[in-house]
């Protein structure tokens, strides 16, 4: 059920995300292109091609960020709490089903779009400038952390795996139970929806703070465990943030959804 | 087993008792109205058996089981509004059906919507809403559900189209599922029903056969409707 | 097949009457396989379940018989038709009896414009 929900989701989100994603690619061919240009010539008109290209290239980006956690937004409030949630909900499968297809696809379009920015930029830059040789160092610093450190560079990547799937879990369901909470009211649905929005987020910071004033003066200036050690718990304490904040939001947006459904 | 079943069902809501006490059981094989004024409840019952919306008090059975996962594979709920996804073309949308329902015949949706003549490939967004309406009927009949649940399928339909859907009602009957239609249309629809239940302000007020009906007070259902509802009004 | 459903009288009577008066006219011959259940339901706009009983009532009166798995089919029992017809004729006669000697004729004076409008009538009826 949850493979076909996911499914239906990236044929909805697929229409919009994909055109973009390749306006992002093209507009990085067209920065290099004219860059090249630019660089073998003196001419006004290329440099203002050039500059023009460069434009489109940074909103390409911007906009692919924005569009990407509005998506994520719109098709939370278009399935569920608009009349499509008489289909959505009276299928059978389970709450968390639902939401969780939501979230899955949410992550995999975010870390998509993270991905894409990455390629982009080696695109735009590649044999342009000094920048080339980004690339082949961070290669070495990968082959360096594994070879000396072999079990610790797998761990760290899949702490960070781990850590950029919670952070965008955390992000859809700040959006999803703030939504949840709002529309549970019968009226002023939307304003609430933005207050209960910003009261999580200021909850959010207010914990996240304290939390890591704590966590710093516990470890102290002088700790004798390894660089090593030290990073992997400050790696773990993030995830057990991450996941704490996400369940709290999950378990809030699933009780909505559940027990105070108010379909018109 | 009666396939539907309330048992002292109360539902407040928005500081209004939408549902008070109601007691009522359908069985296999009957085509039921459930008539009311606008306000009365109906929507609010379906609602409840679909398992959108949660008791305040008393119990709603779907064979014997409180909504959830396994009723919702033998309900199949044609709501008021369009709810079909608009990004969907047609195709897809019978996939969608297929893909989440086991109980749903392809065969018989691909021979009513060529009946029809809709293309296949045509978006929802792109229907006239009078297509939508038919669509949505056709997905949710050729469901070989236990219970269906049409909450007003006629309202606001020219009558060609009115007279589709009652005889997509007849032609679909099952002597194994039962069929509850709400409605305050009731001339339209009065041929077609076993049972009606009359509902007012939450309430039954009253529970029979149409045939017992005519013959007690000699007139037809919904001119007794007629009578009583101005009787309500007070 | 013609259904004239009035809204206010039980559905189910008045399957019956229109079945009766279809077999008895001649609609349907002696033997002839009638529609399904579903078929003349829906031509009539009625619910499968009161045609049905509708039509279980002709079998009680022996209008009307099943083969398991064939459907339903007029009897070849002409003398049970006309015994219907003669019944249906009758009920009409009554009927007509009834409003005119409420329009204050006695039993000469219909005999007498039954003789005199005949030409007309008649032929105004199909006769």
């Known amino acids: 059920m949850l493979g076909k929900l996911m499914k239906y989701e990236f044929r909805a989100t697929g229409q919009t995300m994909l055109p973009l994603l390749l306006f992002l690619l093209v507009s990085a061919v067209g920065v290099n292109l004219s860059a090249r240009i630019v660089d073998h010539s003196d001419s006004n008109a290329a440099q203002f091609v050039a500059g023009i290209l460069m434009f489109l290239f940074v909103m390409a980006i911007l906009v692919l960020s924005v569009m990407s956690i509005f998506l994520m937004a719109q098709r939370f409030y278009k399935n569920f709490l608009t009349d499509e949630g008489y289909l959505m909900f009276t299928l059978p499968v389970s709450v968390h089903g639902l939401l969780w297809s939501k979230i899955f696809v949410s992550a995999i379009w975010f870390v998509a779009v993270g991905l894409a920015d990455v390629l982009a930029a080696f695109i735009a830059t590649f044999k342009v400038s000094a920048v080339v040789n980004i690339a082949g160092n961070i290669k070495d610093m990968f082959s360096y952390i594994t070879t000396e450190y072999a079990l610790n560079g797998a761990a760290f990547v899949a702490e960070g795996i781990i850590i950029v799937f919670l952070a965008c879990a955390g992000m859809c369901l700040l959006f999803y139970a703030a939504m949840a909470v709002g529309f549970s009211f019968p009226r002023h649905k939307w304003l609430l929806s933005v207050v209960f929005f910003f009261v999580f987020q200021l909850v959010l910071q207010i914990f996240g703070l304290g939390g890591m004033f704590t966590w710093v003066q516990s470890v102290g200036p002088a700790s004798t465990a390894s660089v090593f050690a030290q990073v992997h718990t400050s790696m773990l304490v993030v995830i057990a943030a991450e996941a704490a904040f996400c369940a709290i939001f999950y378990v809030i947006t699933a009780l909505m959804l559940k027990k105070k459904l108010n379909l018109e | ?234 | 097949m013609e259904w004239q459903l009035d809204a206010n009288a039980p559905i189910y009577s008045q399957l019956i009457e229109s079945l009766e008066l279809a077999i008895v006219a001649g609609q349907f011959s002696p033997g002839e396989r009638l529609p399904s259940v579903r078929d003349m339901a829906l031509e009539a706009g009625v619910n499968p379940n009161t045609m049905q009983r509708a039509l279980q009532e002709l079998e009680r009166n022996g209008l009307v018989f099943s083969q398991r798995t064939a459907g339903r089919f007029v009897t070849e029992e002409r003398r049970l038709i006309d015994e219907a017809k003669k019944a249906l004729a009758g009920k009409n006669i009554r009927s007509f009896l009834d409003s005119m000697s409420r329009l204050g004729y006695g039993k000469e004076e219909i005999i007498a414009l039954i003789r005199s409008d005949t030409g007309e009538a008649m032929a105004n009826a199909n006769i």
């Open chain 2, 1 to 234: 087993m009666p396939i539907f079943e309330c048992r002292n069902l109360t539902k407040n809501y928005g500081g209004v008792q939408a549902l008070s006490n109601v007691n009522l059981t359908v069985e296999s094989g009957r085509i039921v109205g459930l008539l009311g004024p606008n306000g009365s409840g109906k929507t609010t019952m379906i609602k409840l058996a679909n398992g959108l919306l949660t008791p305040t008090s008393g119990q709603v059975l779907i064979d014997g089981i409180a909504p959830g996962i396994e009723t919702k594979k033998l309900v199949s709920y044609l709501p008021e509004r369009t709810y079909i996804p608009l990004w969907m073309d047609l195709g897809q949308l019978l996939d969608f059906f297929a893909d989440f329902y086991g109980d749903f015949r392809r065969d018989a949706a691909m021979e009513m919507i060529s009946h029809l003549g809709i293309d296949m490939k045509q978006k929802v967004k792109e229907m006239s809403k009078g297509t939508r309406e038919k669509v949505q009927l056709i997905m949710v009949m050729s469901r070989a559900a236990r219970l269906y649940m049409l909450d007003e399928p006629i309202g606001g339909v020219d009558p060609a189209t009115r007279d589709y859907i009652i005889g997509t009602i007849i032609g679909n009957y099952d002597p194994q599922a039962a069929v509850i239609i709400s409605t305050h249309l009731i001339a339209d629809v009065e041929n077609v029903l076993d049972d009606v239940i009359f509902i007012n302000k939450g309430e039954i007020v009253l529970q029979s056969s149409v045939d017992d009906i005519r013959q007690k007070y000699g007139k037809s259902v919904d001119a007794l409707f007629r009578e009583e509802f101005r009787c309500w009004e007070n």
